[in-house]
Every structure is written in structure tokens, then in C-alpha cells.
């Protein structure tokens, strides 16, 4: 089976992979989880140790969606700043905040000895600089919030890498790394050793919870079970409920050969905004691939296939000038809670054995395995000091301007349901690349494939109505409210959409 997410090829998109048997037949479970990334599977494999029957649900192979497009950072030292997080949770909120995403490392690790995984996990320091033009009082500011929080972190006079000098940063101890299709080849295999079930081929169209929870894929077979996770990246069981408190974000990555020694093996962020993050594949004494990743867009808002690629190599080479040629360019979906923290546990508005896993805030690896750890003891009726943060049915009041910005600007996109098409007619369409274009009163999303034949879809995104817009650096429709992405033929590759857009004829 191939990545359903694009066309760009990830730095961990490297060999095949065995395909999980195809769902054919009515199951009976304790826990059906949909979806096989790092929330999903962290979850099952945690379940199964914990002496649980387990099913897991997916459309293709384990981890070969949004998780093989991550860069892998492993970090305490969140996105969105410590100083934030006290603004918006509290000084306990951010230590519980600084508390799980350390646990979540820690915990990476003691599966990885366990479970003896040849994934490349070690342990290294993580660096915080800043971006040009920001706040000189920043990282003082931080690093009494996150030293606060309870972090490891010190204020050093310059970063560990010649060339690039830009002043003072923030040194985090024991953040870390790994090769996550590795890992999650690992946690796949203690699924499957303690009992468990891994299934592909199953596209889930609706769940619904209750004695027993019933999940229905548009095959037919359909999954019971005492409880269900849905862990899709976004939920594809609301139409509002979590939507309206997060928004999606195309990030953007690029890879590259670096002299050794160059560079010590660390992370490396910067404050800018849309900001900057680097690591390496590789201990810094051998052949070693820099990888840096940034400029976070709104989904369906991008216009440029190249430009965020272009501009993160652009970044690069000032601070790196030994770079090589960039071999691997590769963009994923990333989702922004309004408040910095994700959204895990029982869904809102719903049955009580229904529980979701998102919000990753684009720190994928460790709020999905914080999930994993908080849902499992939700399940079996363990007390969690992390619940009430996580909580998705949560209001955090102070980040009122942003759920009103972010819902506003989602709502502007209902706009292009009377502007005129993107181009005057689908025959100035090049081979290889799509546009909406207006007809009457509808508009349609055609893709002109490489022999030059057209292919119509209605550009009205299932979900709730958005029209999609081209995205020509993975030549996908994607949706600029609230993330829905469907292939150049209109086929459904991310929720919230559970179908794909309806065919249009051509003219």
C-alpha cells in the first residue's frame, strides 16, 4: 500500500513494509482504536499490556501516514513556550504540561529497551534561540517559566555550531530523537505479540458509542467493542464539537547531507513565526543528514507549492553553508489547539466510551504517547494527574482571541462559494496540476492528469461545505476550514470528511 497523504517523499519513506491482513469479517473487542499512528498504536500497544483485547483500524500500514511525515523531536521543551502555557493553564498547568511530555520520553525509551526496537532512540540536549528581531527579554522570560515548570534548562552564551552566532539560548537537558517508522514497527510487533489485532483496508464511515460501541467501515464489516479511541489526527467522529477549537496546518521539511562534525547532535528551535526546528539523522561523527522543518501555513491557504521548501533550504544555507544538495522534501499535517495542548480523552457530546486523541500542536511524537498513557488508564480506571489538562471538553477562557480568530478565519473560507473560478476554464489547466473553476452556480475541482486527460470532482468539501483549493506541492484538494484533504481524483485521504467529493461531469 502507498502513503494516501501526497506526493512527497518523506526521509522515513525508505523499503517496503508488511501489510496488516485486510478487515473482512464482523470483530467483537474490548477496544477498537481507528487510526495506526503514534497515538493510535501507543494506545493499543499500552492496552495490550495492560491485559486488553485490542483491535486496531486503519486505511494502510501502521505509522505510514502523518507519523512517517514527522521529523521525530522528542521534546519537553514545548512549541508554544512555557510563558504561554502559564498564561494559559497556570503555573501547575504548565508544570503538569513539562511533567507529561518528559514522562512521554522517558516512557519512548523504556519501550524501546523493552521491546529491544533498532529504532536510533538517544538522549540529547535541545536548544532554543532567538529568531532575528525578537524580544531580547524572551528567553529570560522562558527560562524562569519553564525552570518553574520544573524542566532542566539553562542560558548559554551561544549555540554548539560554527558559523551561525545568534547570541545567547536556552539549553534544555534530556530532550531526544528516533527513526519513527522503526518505532513503530516495534510497537506494532507487541501489539501483535500480546494479542492484539492490526487491520488495514478499513475505512471507518461512523462510530457510535454505547453497550456495546459499534464502528462501521464502508466495506461492511463492522467492529463492537467495550470502548473506542479514535486517533485519525483529526476526529472523524464530530461535525463541530473539537473543530471549532483547533485549526490544521501544512508544515514543511527538508533533508540534507552535512560534513560530520559540523553539527553537535542536539534540537534546535528558533522563536520566529511561522518558526524553525533542526536535528540530524545521525551522532555528528559520521555521514549525517541535517533535517530542518518550519514554515507552518493554514491548510488550503498556501497558493505556492514550492516557496515553504524553498524558504526553509533558503534558512538553512545561511546557518549551514557546508549543506548539501537537499534530498528529501516532504510536507504534513499538523493540528493547533487554541490553547497549546491537545485534546485527549473522553470525546465531548458523546457516549462516556468514546475517547479521542489530537491536537498534536506539531509535537506529534509526544502528545501521542501522552495519549496513549492518559487513555489507557481512563480505560481501565486508573487515576491520571494529566486528565483535567488534556480534557477535551476543556474551555480555556484565555485563549478566547485565538478560538475567535482561528473560527473567523475558517469561516472567511465560505466566502469562495461566490468568487469567480481560479481559472477561466479547465482547458488552461497544465498536465499534472488542478484548479477550481466556476460553473453557474457550482464550482468544480478539475485535475488534469500527466497524459492530459481531466478529471472533475465537485469542489464542496463533504464535511461542512468548504470549497477545497489545489495544493500543488502534494497535488491534493485540500480544505481551508478545517482540513479535510482528498486526492487529485477527489478520493477522502484526511478527515474530518469521512467520503470523498462527489463526481462532477465534464463539460
Known amino acids: 500500500m502507498e502513503d494516501r497523504d501526497g506526493q512527497s517523499v518523506s526521509l522515513w519513506m525508505e523499503g517496503p513494509a508488511p501489510a496488516p491482513p485486510v478487515l473482512a469479517a464482523d470483530l467483537d473487542t474490548d477496544v477498537c482504536v481507528i487510526g495506526a499512528g503514534i497515538a493510535g498504536l501507543t494506545t493499543a500497544y499500552q492496552l495490550g499490556r495492560a491485559g486488553r483485547a485490542v483491535t486496531v483500524l486503519d486505511e494502510g500500514l501502521p505509522g505510514r501516514r502523518q507519523t512517517w511525515r514527522t521529523t521525530a523531536h522528542l521534546a519537553s521543551a514545548v512549541d508554544d513556550r512555557f510563558v504561554e502555557l502559564e498564561r494559559l493553564h497556570g503555573a501547575e498547568g504548565a508544570r503538569l504540561a513539562a511533567d507529561s511530555h518528559a514522562s512521554a520520553i522517558d516512557h519512548i525509551g523504556r519501550i524501546v529497551v523493552q521491546e529491544r526496537i ?281 485563549a478566547a482571541s485565538v478560538f475567535t480568530r482561528e473560527n473567523a478565519n475558517a469561516a472567511l473560507q465560505f466566502a469562495a462559494w461566490v468568487t469567480p473560478g481560479e481559472v477561466p476554464g479547465e482547458e488552461v489547466i497544465p498536465p499534472g496540476e488542478g484548479a477550481v473553476v466556476r460553473r453557474g452556480l457550482s464550482k468544480v475541482a478539475v485535475y488534469r492528469d500527466p497524459e492530459g486527460s481531466a478529471h472533475a470532482c465537485s469542489a464542496v468539501c463533504p464535511h461542512l461545505g468548504g470549497i477545497v483549493a489545489w495544493n500543488p506541492g502534494e497535488h491534493t484538494w485540500d480544505c481551508p476550514c478545517h482540513g479535510s484533504r482528498f486526492s487529485a481524483l477527489g478520493e477522502v485521504l484526511n478527515g474530518p470528511a469521512l467520503s470523498g467529493l462527489a463526481p462532477a461531469p465534464l463539460r
Not at 191 to 216: C, F, M, N, T
Request: glycine share 14%; net charge neutral; proline share 9%.
Open 118 to 398: 533498532p529504532c536510533g532512540f538517544r538522549r540529547l540536549p535541545g536548544y532554543l534561540f532567538l529568531a532575528p528581531g525578537g524580544p531580547p527579554d524572551l528567553l529570560d522570560q522562558e527560562l524562569v517559566a519553564a525552570r518553574r515548570a520544573g524542566l532542566e534548562v539553562d542560558k548559554v552564551p551561544r549555540l554548539p555550531m560554527a558559523g551561525f552566532d545568534p547570541g545567547a539560548c536556552l539549553r534544555f537537558a534530556r530532550q531526544g530523537q528516533l527513526d519513527p517508522v522503526a518505532y513503530m514497527a516495534g510497537l506494532a510487533a507487541g501489539i501483535l505479540r500480546d494479542g492484539g489485532h492490526l487491520w488495514s483496508g478499513a475505512h471507518v464511515i461512523a462510530v457510535e458509542g454505547g453497550d456495546p460501541a459499534r464502528v462501521r467501515t464502508a466495506t461492511g464489516p463492522t467492529v463492537t467493542a467495550r470502548a473506542v479511541v479514535v486517533a485519525t489526527n483529526t476526529p472523524i467522529n464530530d461535525r463541530y464539537a473539537i473543530h471549532t477549537k483547533q485549526a490544521p496546518y501544512r508544515t514543511y521539511a527538508i533533508s540534507a547531507r552535512i560534513p560530520p562534525g559540523a553539527l553537535e547532535a542536539a534540537l534546535y528551535w528558533d522563536t520566529g513565526d511561522p518558526y524553525h526546528y533542526v536535528r540530524l539523522r545521525g551522532d555528528g561523527t559520521g555521514e549525517d543528514v541535517l533535517i530542518v522543518g518550519g514554515e507552518d501555513h493554514k491548510t488550503g491557504q498556501q497558493g505556492d507549492g514550492t516557496g515553504p521548501y524553498d524558504r526553509l533550504e533558503a534558512w538553512a544555507r545561511v546557518r549551514f553553508p557546508t549543506l548539501g544538495p537537499v534530498d528529501h522534501r516532504w510536507s504534513g499535517q499538523v493540528l493547533e489547539p487554541v490553547d497549546g495542548l491537545a485534546y485527549i480523552g473522553r470525546n465531548p457530546l458523546d457516549a462516556p466510551n468514546v475517547y479521542i486523541a489530537t491536537g498534536d500542536s506539531g509535537m506529534g511524537m509526544t502528545h501521542g504517547t501522552i495519549a496513549g498513557l492518559l487513555i489507557t488508564d481512563l480505560i481501565v480506571g486508573l487515576p491520571n494527574p494529566w486528565a483535567p489538562l488534556y480534557d477535551p471538553a476543556r474551555k480555556t477562557l484565555r
